[in-house]
């Protein structure tokens, strides 16, 4: 029996990925023969995403090749895509008789593969025992709770734990911070029943002139889209509306402030210089009408109400004077030296629009100041823009396109827009006379062509399944049937993703060609190894 492990992490969007899933369970199942990825290495080469249905069939195949496996999944409720990952579990193990799945939820959701499982309730006494040891083992490595009495410790703590590590390891941190035996006994008697008592006991603890940093980096490490570096943590929280420039002045020094800071909230892994919520319990109680009606009520925070502020703020760092050309010799399309010491950088420029894409997914929209703020970071805050007013872009592109400055040569902000599905920021560019409709030799033509494939907006906006802008180029009059280098159209793409709604939208204004997946699917193999050929040659 082999056995495969995964686990989601509720502050990791990488890890709630079905895609990523699927690919580390098959990259495991391959340690027991390697040559299950000889057919991905051509794919790999040509530097292609793999499809959710070639990884599904992939890792069926695998397994039925090596025999029994257990798939781990840990943590599912940690996942915002929970339905979708249950889902694939049900069907694969409809596909393969071979495989079986292990997953941990808290709480246990009850949905259709619930019919098909065994389960397995972890309840408190299950777990005393081991609760137990943890409490021995940090009261024998301190003098201080060993002159408090061991035994007394375990009394009081274990029952009160009702089977929750989190509370014991926070109630452990409190005693440890004791700076004597009888301030131990003492606290011993005040411990709060809850997760949510002992977060907002340590928020009430704070001190009021740090109060703000801290939530910064609680909200921060609750929303970010990726694990923060330390760096990148220390530089966010001081990050402020309408800064124009950063320095050691305004910076926490060192970094590791924040850390004393947020001390029992969040947690640090030098092993990977990222930091995190301590646990999802924390972002639980953030988010909870338990705090908001408490004496810590400013702590109170949800994604809706803080992403506003985590895009506004993005915007706030890459438009620092400190990237202007008179402070920034470097070249703008080249890899900048400056940029080491902006270690903020990389998140906001590759994360921002990630933020503002999401937000408007979940029916949000740009209010007048973050509007400003894009528009600027785009080079379109002027009508007659100039070099100086584009730089900004520049260096945006060369944050999120790296050494790829081929790419970065052609990229146009409506590009950019329409690939992340910024909606209202196209629609401006399109109704406010910011976007050419007739000479296509100019860069702010409609469908003048960037990217890595030279594809038009409009294209890239159909590949991204952003159907409202698609919507919106086509009204202004993109052409339906542009192609890209390597000769796929829009409809080829909509075709591929199987999207029916843009592929009937691009049908309605002309688009022409093939609607049959596996005809297109072979079409855009074909015409890529065509091009491959002749760029070779």
């Known amino acids: 029996m082999k056995l495969c492990y995964f686990y989601c992490m509720f502050n990791d969007e990488a890890s709630?990925?079905?895609?990523?899933?699927?690919?580390?369970?098959?990259?495991?199942?391959?340690?027991?023969?390697?040559?299950?990825?000889?057919?991905?290495?051509?794919?790999?080469?040509?530097?292609?995403?793999?499809?959710?249905?070639?990884?599904?069939?992939a890792l069926v195949d695998a397994v039925d090749e090596i025999g029994p496996t257990i798939l781990v999944l840990d943590a599912v409720n940690e996942s915002r895509d929970e339905e979708n990952l249950r889902a694939y579990m049900v069907r694969l193990t409809e596909h393969s008789k071979n495989i079986r799945f292990v997953v941990s939820s808290t709480p246990y959701a009850h949905d259709p593969i619930s019919t098909r499982c065994i389960e397995v309730n972890m309840g408190p006494e299950e777990v005393d025992s081991d609760i137990e040891q943890y409490v021995r083992r940090v009261v024998r490595t301190s003098h201080l709770l060993v002159q408090a009495g061991e035994q007394s410790i375990v009394d009081?703590?274990?029952?009160?734990?009702?089977?929750?590590?989190?509370?014991?390891?926070?109630?452990?941190?409190?005693?440890?911070?004791?700076?004597?035996?009888?301030?131990?006994?003492?606290?011993?008697?005040?411990?709060?029943?809850?997760?949510?008592?002992?977060?907002i006991n340590i928020l009430r603890r704070i001190p009021p002139a740090v109060k703000p940093w801290v939530r910064e980096a609680l909200m921060w490490l609750s929303y970010a889209y990726r694990p923060l570096t330390l760096n990148e943590l220390a530089e966010a929280v001081v990050i402020e509306a309408g800064q124009s420039s950063m320095d050691d002045s305004c910076r926490l020094q060192p970094p590791e402030t924040v850390l004393r800071l947020c001390q029992g909230l969040i947690s640090y892994s030098a092993a990977t210089n990222t930091v995190s919520l301590a646990h999802s319990s924390v972002r639980a109680t953030l988010e909870s009408e338990i705090i908001l009606d408490?004496?810590?009520?400013?702590?109170?925070?949800?994604?809706?109400?803080?992403?506003?502020?985590?895009?506004?703020?993005?915007?706030?760092?890459?438009?620092?004077?400190?990237?202007?050309?008179?402070?920034?010799?470097?070249?703008?399309?080249?890899?900048?030296?400056?940029?080491?010491?902006?270690?903020?950088?990389?998140?906001?420029?590759?994360?921002?629009?990630?933020?503002?894409?999401?937000?408007?997914?979940?029916?949000?929209?740009?209010?007048?100041?973050?509007?400003?703020?894009?528009?600027?970071?785009?080079?379109?805050?002027?009508?007659d823009t100039d070099e100086k007013s584009g730089q900004k872009f520049a260096m945006w592109m060369q944050v999120i396109l790296g050494d790829r400055t081929n790419s970065a040569d052609a990229a146009t902000p409506l590009y950019y827009a329409a690939s992340f599905g910024l909606e209202p920021v196209v629609e401006i560019m399109l109704s406010q006379g910011l976007v050419n409709f007739d000479d296509p030799s100019r860069s702010s033509y409609i469908d003048w062509k960037s990217g890595r494939n030279r594809s038009t907006p409009l294209e890239v906006a159909c590949y991204r399944r952003q159907i409202e802008v698609a919507e919106l180029l086509l009204e202004y009059g993109a052409n339906p049937n542009s192609t890209d280098v390597f000769g796929n159209s829009c409809l080829d793409y909509a075709v591929k993703n199987q999207d029916r709604a843009?592929?009937?939208?691009?049908?309605?204004?002309?688009?022409?060609?093939?609607?049959?997946?596996?005809m297109v699917a072979s079409s855009l193999t074909m015409r890529f190894a065509r091009t491959l050929s002749e760029t070779q040659s």
């Open 294 to 383: 408490s004496d810590v009520s400013e702590f109170g925070m949800s994604r809706e109400n803080c992403t506003p502020d985590i895009i506004s703020k993005s915007l706030t760092y890459l438009l620092l004077d400190d990237f202007d050309p008179d402070s920034c010799n470097c070249d703008h399309m080249q890899p900048c030296a400056c940029f080491d010491s902006y270690p903020f950088l990389n998140y906001a420029g590759t994360m921002w629009a990630v933020h503002a894409s999401m937000h408007l997914w979940n029916g949000n929209t740009f209010h007048g100041g973050e509007l400003r703020q894009i528009f600027k970071l785009l080079g379109m805050h002027k009508r």
């Open 502 to 518: 843009i592929i009937s939208l691009l049908q309605r204004h002309g688009a022409n060609g093939p609607t049959d997946a596996t």
């Open 156 to 199: 009081v703590v274990v029952p009160q734990a009702r089977g929750m590590f989190r509370w014991v390891e926070c109630q452990m941190t409190l005693l440890s911070g004791c700076l004597t035996a009888k301030m131990v006994t003492k606290t011993l008697t005040q411990l709060p029943g809850s997760l949510d008592s002992t977060y």
């Open 16 to 57: 709630q990925d079905m895609r990523n899933v699927l690919g580390s369970w098959l990259v495991q199942v391959a340690s027991h023969k390697p040559s299950i990825l000889d057919p991905f290495a051509e794919l790999e080469s040509r530097k292609k995403r793999l499809s959710m249905t070639l990884l599904e069939d």
